[in-house]
């Protein structure tokens, strides 16, 4: 194991499955299968907090919290930048497991295109944030990171787009950010795009008018709850 966490792994009999979860469930457990590559048994612990509470709040919370700490290891010289990527790789391949199993009807609600502003790596917020939003109904186009402005409004000007989300890590990326917001009014003609802003650059007092967004948070819950009060 990466450390020494106390552990309780799924037990071999499927029918004491549920009641083992509850106890054993904790950001501390997950950052250490994260941190260890094991995508399998990080799902399973998703996945039984997905049983018991909304997607978003398992997100802002379990998930969130061992990310957390995944970072305050490698802060602290506990862990080094080779768990900090693997725990982040393991993650989203966590995430592709527990995707919602959606039905057509699903497929034609309204558009959100997510996307990382040029320059941003991160993906995990996006990966999160397009399951919640497909889960209430919205068809998403996760464009992924590192997007060019040009680009994404050049997609946005294809598509009857009803939401767009941007996310950047910190301030070094706002001149970029600001492009991206910029490019996806513009290609939008007459219609004004609402534009969501997430990401560790949310920390910045004032980021939402300075690169002219509607909101800037980095909260899933509160992503969800903007998304859903401009839904046409």
């Keep these: 194991m990466s450390d020494d966490l106390p552990m309780q ?8 499955a ?23 048994l990080a799902a399973w612990a998703m996945r039984h907090a997905l049983a018991e509470a909304p997607r978003e709040a398992v997100f802002d919370g379990l998930v969130r ?3 957390a700490i995944v970072g305050e290891r490698w802060a602290s010289g506990q862990w080094t930048v080779a768990e900090e990527h693997l725990a982040s790789r393991t993650l989203l391949r966590a995430l592709e497991r527990v995707r919602p199993s959606l039905g057509p009807e699903h497929r034609v ?8 502003a040029a320059g941003e790596q991160h993906m995990i917020g996006l990966a999160c944030l397009e399951q919640v939003l497909a889960e209430h109904g919205w068809t998403v186009a996760n464009l992924g990171a590192d997007l060019p402005a040009g680009d994404l409004g050049a997609f946005v000007g294809r598509n009857d787009v009803a939401l767009v989300a941007l996310s950047a890590a ?9 492009e991206s917001v910029r490019e996806a009014r513009g290609a939008a003609g007459g219609r004004r795009i609402p534009v969501l802003v997430g990401g560790m650059v949310t920390s910045h007092p004032g980021i939402a008018e300075a690169v002219e967004a509607d909101r800037a948070t980095r909260s899933i819950t509160e992503a969800l709850a903007f998304a859903e009060s401009v839904r046409a």
Excluded: N, T
């Design 18 to 40: 549920e009641a083992a979860a509850g106890a054993s469930l904790s950001p501390e457990l997950l950052a250490g299968l994260l941190a260890d590559g094991d995508d399998e």
């Design 109 to 116: 609600g309204p558009v959100a295109v997510l996307a990382g």
């Design 170 to 178: 910190d301030a070094s990326l706002v001149g970029q950010l600001a």
């Design 9 to 16: 792994l799924p037990p071999v009999d499927p029918r004491a």
């Design 65 to 67: 919290d061992a990310m």
